[in-house]
Every structure is written in structure tokens, then in C-alpha cells.
């Protein structure tokens, strides 16, 4: 069975805590351990107060003074204070104890006479020895750590992680559904900074209490986050946080409670039966398939390739692999390396120094450094320099890059995802490329489809972009006529997806009215022979009938609607209500 403990402290001098740790070891049972500590010193015992203790029968010249700093992983049942701290005094201690606050002056002055301060020490002896007395024999100390124990024993019982540090973020408080959670026990954390125990950290960007920036006002927060178990198994969490106060009102540290709701989420996503995911729109199966690739890539930290046309979404896709990775709090940096100048390229990824070349006025952070522990994503990464080729294929391999000017190596943690709108195993056979750069960046390939083999997604597409228009630019909210739509239908969209959202901002420009008629569209779209639009009232369809049909016509969409009679984007806008129908 564990001992209790309890600590007595004080400001300044820590002479009353040593007095009452005296007292309560000679009248605290067996099962409880009695620490003193100073709040700013360990001053050595004075000798005149190991005379007076004597005179009370107690020996306390073995005594070793401590400060409470040094204290900070010990679990401890009980606190008192024996003096009032300033709030910058304030400790917030292992084991969450009650406080109780005894205000006893301070019995030492540097003038005082010895006859004086002897006199002094015997009052403040006194007063001390009655107030332990009673802390032990009137039942004081069980009631308070009765009523500690079962606050830890409520805390714990919780499913959720609970966890509660000082304000230098410090643990003090890690629950038994902490532990569940992370892997970690108690008495690996307790004492130590949150944010060198998890990495990273929880908080992310939500943080109240780094970078310098202590909120002072801090009323408590919300927010989701994402965290990887011991095993590797990604959580989606959802964080409370709330403020802790002393006696006087003031903060002393934060508890936070933290919810796995990982199987809500995935329910969710289901229910709705998923049209979208991180920002990225689609419910062909070749998104499902694509937003399901993304999810396995989060237990893990490899390099990404993502090939696919130009406009088709590439940045949306590496910005979710970030977001759902384990370096989701840190930052995800673009970089267009088709868009960097020639000559600017080295310095805008690894950084220079003052005075490297003409122009370099002072010293400059490269966009790896930026993404440190975080996400560099490298658009266009064929566009390349052969000679920047090599540092990159260097920086991967060591995972440390020199500066332009420099020749000291800074080590750097990011993760690479790449993509490009070429086939970068062609760029290498015919030597625009690095071979050995190319194995490093495609260690997990992603080619994602062109908006002409998914047009089932042309209709939410479009939805959203209109549903943008209204949001962020106050426009008069439109919607799509059935022979337009039929129109983008039978388009082949090589700008894909940019091209059709460019095709909404256009059509609703030159719209009169708040449906889009097939003359308001882009003239690419009005090329577009006008028998192919589809005349009459349209049919309604059903399940089977589709099913049918498609079986048919052997999963061609175009075929299955002339046996049915309806529109190509009749059949589209059917599929993409239904998504269930997977066609092959």
C-alpha cells in the first residue's frame, strides 16, 4: 500500500516550514510521509531553531532544506502554505492536493537581539505545534485527503483523458484514461512539459500557453484534434479545456479533457454517405477510394508522389494527407517550383545567410526550415534544377541542409510530398530528372483521376462553387439549368477542376437572371453540338432500373441512358445521389 504525504511550504525563509515539519513527523502515523520546502530558497536549518525544536523534544538538525521546484514530480496528498505566496509564487503540485493557506509571520530579522529572536522562534513554534496538533488529532488531515482521494478516484473513473499542468506547462494531474490513451503512465510525465512529453503536441496551433503567449484572460476553449496511440492507431479527438484558480482568483493552470470520438466521426462520414473530405469534393468511387487512401496514410510519415492533371486538385489532396497526419499541428508549406525563379530556387528552399550573394541583405529562413516538423509540399517538383536536384536528393537522405552561404548543416524534420502534371519516371528516362530523387520522392505513389473519368461529381462541383460565390463574395445565389448541366456533361474539361470552377464565375457573370442557361456558359461549352442537349419532360428513375441498365450496357453511363431514354446528365446526377451504384 502507498503512504500518504503532505508538504508544508512558505515564502521567503523557509523556518516555518521546517518548524512544521518537526511537529507533523512526530505526530503523523506511519503511513504518512512529511516534506518541508521553501517557495524561493533552501536556506540551511538555523541553529537557533534547532535549539528552540529541542526544547519541545523534537530533533530536526538532519532536516535537508529543498525548494518546491525540486518537488515538482512528487505526488503529494495534502499541501499547506504557512505563509502568503505571491501569485508568482504560486505551485501547482503532482496529485492535484488541497491547499490550505496558514498565515504565520515570519519569525526571523536580522537585527533582532538573540534573547529576542529566540523569543520570537518559541511563539512561532508554538502557534505551529497547535496548528498541526489540531490538523492531525481533530481530524483535519483525513477529511481533506478523504475528499482529495475521491476527486482522483471521479477523475480517473472518466474514459476521457485528463489532464491538468501549471502555467509553465507543467503536468501536475495525468488521469488512468490519460494513460489508456497515450501509453504513458503517470510517473513518466508528472513534472515534465507537456509539450517535450507529446510530439507532437496535442494543442497544436490551439495552444494558450507557448510561444510566450500566456492568455491572461483565458476563459476555457474547444477544439478537435488528431492524435497517434502508442500502437499507431490515429484518434480524433475532441479537447475542453478549463481554466484553474487559486484562493485569490488567480490562474494557476489549465485541465483538459480529451474524448476519443474517432467511431462518431467515421459514423458521421457514413450516415452522410461521404461527399467530400478535407476540402476535397467528390463521391465517385474513385474519390472514395482516393479519401481512403489518404486516411491508411496517416500512421505514417513517407514521402507522398501525387501525379494528376493540371487543375485537379493536387495541393487539396497533400494539404490532407497533412492534416491528417501526425504533424497536423505544425505548418504545411506550398512551394511552386515551376513558379520560382531560376536563379532564386536554392535560396528559397534551404535559406541563405547575410551577404551570400548581391542582395542578400540579411539572413533568411528557406521554406524546409519554415516546415519544420511539419509539411513541405513541392508543387511541380519536375520543374527542378538539376543542381538543386542533388541538395534536395542530399536533404532527404540526411535530413539536414546547408544554407546558401553557409557551410554549417542545420537538421531540419519535415515531411516531402511532391506532385507534378508529368510522368516523372518519363522526365527520368529522358534525364530531366534524377533517378535516385525519383525513388526518394515516390515511395507512396497517388494518381488522381481527371474531372472527365469522375463526371458523376460534376453536379456537387458545381453546387459548392455556387454555394462559395453566395459565402465569400456576396453573390445573388444562383442555380444550374438542366440543359447546362447536360452541356458540362458532355464537356471534356481538360483544365479540369480549376476550368469548372473558372466556368461558375464566368456563367454567373454574364448571367441576367438566377438560373445558369446553357448561352451564359463559357463558348468552349456552347461548341458543344445542340442535338446532344435532351428535349421534353424527363423520366423518372428508380434503383433497379438503373441497375439494370447499366448491367446492360455494360457500366457505360452514355449507353445506359439511351436505353432509358434520359439525358446523359439526367443518368449523371442520378449516380451522384446515388452513390451506392458503383459502376465499373
Known amino acids: ?42 536556506d540551511p536549518v538555523h541553529p537557533f531553531v534547532i535549539d528552540v525544536m529541542q526544547e519541545f523534544g523534537i530533533d530536526i538538525s538532519s532536516q535537508s532544506p529543498t525548494l518546491m521546484s525540486e518537488l515538482a514530480e512528487n505526488h503529494f496528498d495534502l499541501s499547506i502554505s504557512l505563509s502568503s505566496c505571491t501569485q508568482s509564487d504560486d505551485r501547482t503540485l503532482a496529485g492535484t492536493p488541497a491547499i490550505i493557506e496558514w498565515d504565520i509571520d515570519h519569525p526571523l530579522t536580522e537585527t533582532a537581539r538573540e534573547a529576542d529572536l529566540k523569543k520570537s522562534l518559541r511563539q512561532c513554534a508554538e502557534k505551529i505545534k497547535t496548528m498541526v496538533s489540531d490538523l492531525f488529532k481533530q481530524g483535519y488531515y483525513d477529511a481533506f485527503v478523504t475528499q482529495q482521494n475521491n476527486l482522483n478516484s471521479v477523475l480517473n473513473s472518466f474514459s476521457d483523458a485528463v489532464i491538468a499542468h501549471d502555467l509553465q506547462r507543467r503536468i501536475f494531474f495525468f488521469s488512468e484514461g490519460a494513460s489508456q490513451m497515450t501509453g504513458l503512465k503517470p510517473s513518466q510525465v508528472i513534472g515534465k512539459d507537456c509539450n517535450s512529453v507529446f510530439k507532437p503536441r496535442f494543442c497544436g496551433e490551439n495552444c494558450s500557453f507557448c510561444f510566450d503567449r500566456l492568455e491572461p484572460d483565458f476563459q476555457g476553449k474547444n477544439y478537435a484534434t488528431v492524435f497517434h496511440g502508442p500502437e499507431g492507431n490515429r484518434m480524433e479527438l475532441d479537447a475542453n479545456l478549463i481554466p484553474l484558480k487559486n484562493t485569490r482568483g488567480a490562474m494557476t493552470g489549465v485541465m483538459v479533457s480529451m474524448r476519443d470520438v474517432s467511431d462518431l466521426k467515421m459514423l458521421e462520414r457514413e450516415l452522410k454517405q461521404q461527399k467530400s473530405f478535407r476540402g476535397i469534393i467528390g463521391s465517385d468511387p474513385k474519390m472514395i477510394q482516393l479519401f481512403q487512401q489518404i486516411k491508411d496514410l496517416a500512421a505514417y510519415d513517407y514521402p507522398v508522389h501525387i501525379h494528376g492533371e493540371t487543375g485537379v486538385g493536387k495541393e487539396l489532396v497533400a494539404k490532407a494527407i497533412h492534416e491528417e497526419s501526425i504533424r497536423s499541428n505544425a505548418l504545411f508549406v506550398p512551394i511552386n517550383c515551376g513558379a520560382l525563379p531560376e536563379g532564386l530556387v536554392e535560396s528559397e528552399l534551404f535559406g541563405h545567410v547575410k551577404g551570400s550573394f548581391s542582395g542578400a541583405i540579411r539572413n533568411k529562413k528557406g521554406r524546409f526550415e519554415m516546415a519544420d516538423k511539419g509539411t513541405a509540399f513541392l508543387d511541380e517538383v519536375a520543374d527542378l534544377p538539376k543542381s538543386v536536384q542533388v541538395k534536395l536528393l542530399r536533404f532527404l537522405q540526411e535530413g539536414t541542409l546547408e544554407k546558401v552561404g553557409s557551410e554549417s548543416p542545420i537538421s531540419v524534420d519535415v515531411r516531402v510530398i511532391s506532385a507534378t502534371n508529368k510522368d516523372l ?62 452541356a458540362m456533361m458532355d464537356y471534356h474539361w481538360p483544365g479540369n477542376i480549376r476550368e469548372l470552377e473558372n466556368a461558375i464565375r464566368f456563367s454567373m457573370v454574364k448571367s441576367r437572371g438566377q438560373i445558369i442557361q446553357p448561352q451564359d456558359l463559357p463558348l468552349e461549352l456552347q461548341k458543344i453540338p445542340k442535338n446532344e442537349f435532351q428535349k421534353g419532360p424527363e423520366k423518372k428513375l428508380d434503383l433497379k432500373s438503373v441497375e439494370k ?8 453511363k452514355a449507353k445506359a441512358a439511351r436505353l432509358l431514354g434520359v439525358g446523359r446528365a439526367t443518368i449523371y446526377r442520378f449516380l451522384g445521389q446515388h452513390p451506392e451504384i458503383l459502376v465499373e
Do not use: W
Open 549 to 556: 441498365a447499366l448491367e446492360k450496357a455494360g457500366g457505360n
Open 1 to 42: 500500500m502507498s503512504k500518504e504525504s503532505i508538504i508544508f511550504f512558505s515564502s521567503g525563509n523557509s523556518v516555518r516550514s521546517q518548524m512544521a515539519e518537526g511537529f507533523a513527523r512526530n505526530l503523523a502515523g506511519e503511513g504518512i510521509e512529511v516534506f518541508s520546502a521553501g517557495c524561493d530558497s533552501a
Open 425 to 486: 519516371k518519363e522526365e527520368t528516362k529522358r534525364g530531366n530528372f534524377r533517378e535516385d530523387l525519383y525513388y526518394r520522392l515516390n515511395v507512396i505513389p497517388i494518381k488522381l483521376p481527371p474531372l472527365k473519368d469522375r463526371k458523376n461529381d460534376i453536379l456537387p462541383l458545381c453546387d459548392h462553387f455556387l454555394k462559395q460565390a453566395v459565402h465569400f463574395e456576396n453573390r445573388t445565389p444562383h442555380t444550374i439549368s438542366h440543359k447546362s448541366l447536360s
